[in-house]
């Protein structure tokens, strides 16, 4: 095609105190894949939600298929041919495939369930997609679950599809196969637009890709003209440095081991089945695992956060009381949370009093009394240190952006020189900047003594900082490997619990 089909033209979205998008221009072109990167707060999430209808801009235009279109909800756009796959998928668990397809659609009572099955059945088979029209949600896989995500928006003749972080939860081997259907859907004409930090994957992807930074369009570029170095020169507008080589890990003293660990979920099933594993002084375990494998509750577990049905928990000797997470504290385990905003922080308090939670109880701070000024010289200390930035050190953290967040949960965690830090998806949803100073921060960690046990779906995070990797499949370790001699096929099928290995401590 000569013209997009779909295109926005000067759009520009405010909210309080904040200009989210600044007269941005976006061309999608019919058969092609379209990458849009940028770092957190650069307005890309802001930009597709008024193309998805769920913001109405104070200013630009949007056109499909050459006419000018408004739209006032997320219907009007998916009946007009615009869908979105949100990173977090909106099914109903107990319900079948067929039945979360047909939800929304006109027809109510009437509608004919075992047709839409069956239409189901053969857009799976033309855009190899395949799932269970009868399967329950809740029955699937998340690679699967995403598909039926894919086959909504296909069934409701969506022409621009959107999705969000799209391989944050898939295997090696379950993204290559979504890369596949990608590229089919751009085949039969239809525009694709993903979001993702991962350089490597828009390389591998994309034909077309936009970036932007500070709400403001920087560039659109054709992938074979530009590189991954300098996708991350114009997103985060400046060279990075990247991480130095780190040295071999010393393995000396071991400061957490963990014997036949056996824990319940959240459900009451067995979550963790007989873990053993063994982290030293100096050195990153990386644990690797598509979500939903016992990862949250291995680190929760050593957190002290979960009760132990059988086996023990040892930091640097001391056996650690079951479900108690004070006794994790003194024993030295610092811990970032997967969900830093909510689990990790306070929302509702500033950097001062979240800072506090772990250290409100040494008597440096006074015996009777909180010795408020010097609370805030040490808070406002590692701000800086940190590098964190906010409006000020009293003003909520639900305000700030995920990568200062992450800046100040890691400050808090970090600066009680733990002697195991447990750190769970700490670049999720982070641009390539605040990855990079994470990554850094954990690195000087490592190399002042502590123990990391680093759980990430991202292998590329995992080669680049763990020192070993072990891989969780169902509650279990399937592998345990040498980040050296490690192959991503291999863990990708141990990921997958396609293979097995002989696994010690």
Not at 17 to 26: F, P, Q, R, T
Not at 103 to 114: D, Y
Not at 285 to 297: F, H, S, T, W
Request: proline share 3%.
């Amino acid at each position: 095609m000569t013209a997009p089909l779909v295109e926005m033209r000067g759009i520009t979205k405010t909210f309080p105190g904040v200009v989210a998008n600044e007269d941005v221009n976006l061309a999608v072109y019919a058969g092609e894949i379209h990458a849009l990167l940028g770092e957190n707060g650069a307005g890309k999430s802001t930009l597709m939600s008024v193309l998805t209808g769920l913001y109405r801009p104070e200013r630009g235009e949007i056109y499909f298929e050459g006419q000018k279109v408004s739209f006032r909800s997320p219907r009007d756009a998916i009946n007009k041919g615009i869908g979105m796959v949100h990173q977090h998928f909106r099914l109903v668990a107990p319900f079948t495939v067929t039945e979360n397809v047909a939800l929304g659609l006109k027809g109510g009572f009437n509608l004919n369930l075992n047709k839409i099955a069956q239409e189901i059945g053969e857009l799976s088979r033309e855009y190899g997609l395949e799932v269970d029209p009868q399967a329950r949600i809740w029955q699937l896989s998340v690679g699967e679950q995403q598909r039926v995500e894919i086959i909504k928006l296909l069934y409701r003749k969506a022409r621009v599809l959107i999705l969000d972080e799209p391989t944050a939860v898939l295997t090696p081997q379950e993204a290559r196969e979504l890369y596949r259907t990608l590229k089919k859907m751009a085949e039969q004409g239809c525009a694709v637009v993903f979001i993702t930090h991962k350089l490597q994957e828009v390389m591998e992807a994309a034909d077309t890709i936009t970036i932007l930074r500070a709400g403001k369009t920087v560039a659109t570029v054709k992938k074979q003209d530009t590189s991954e170095k300098e996708l991350a020169r114009l997103m985060v507008g400046r060279e990075l440095k990247g991480l130095r080589q780190k040295p071999a890990a010393s393995r000396s003293a071991t400061v957490l081991s963990i014997e036949d660990l056996r824990v319940l979920n959240d459900k009451g099933l067995e979550a963790l089945k007989g873990i053993n594993l063994t982290v030293a002084a100096g050195e990153i375990l990386g644990i690797a695992g598509v979500a939903g494998n016992g990862q949250r509750e291995l680190a929760e577990a050593v957190a002290g956060m979960r009760t132990i049905v059988a086996g023990r928990i040892t930091i640097a000797g001391r056996v650690l009381e079951q479900g108690n997470p004070l006794e994790a504290i003194n024993a030295g385990v610092g811990y970032i949370p997967a969900d830093r905003l909510d689990m990790g922080l306070v929302p509702n308090l500033g950097a001062v009093d979240n800072l506090l939670l772990k250290e409100y109880r040494q008597e440096r701070w006074g015996k009777t009394f909180i010795d408020r000024r010097q609370v805030r010289l040490w808070a406002r200390e590692l701000v800086e240190r940190f590098k964190v930035r906010m409006a000020g050190l009293d003003v909520p953290v639900k305000l700030m952006s995920g990568g200062n967040l992450q800046r100040l949960l890691l400050a808090r965690e970090i600066s009680t020189c733990p002697r195991l830090l447990v750190a769970e998806y700490p670049s999720r949803g982070l641009d390539i900047g605040a990855t990079e100073a994470v990554h850094r921060l954990l690195l000087e960690q490592r190399a002042a003594g502590a123990a990391i046990l680093l759980i990430s779906e991202d292998l590329e995070e995992l080669f680049r900082l763990a020192d070993r990797i072990a891989v969780m499949y169902e509650g279990e370790i399937t592998g345990l490997v040498d980040t050296a001699a490690a192959r991503v096929e291999e863990l990708g099928l141990m990921m997958a619990g396609a293979k097995r290995m002989e696994v010690g401590a």
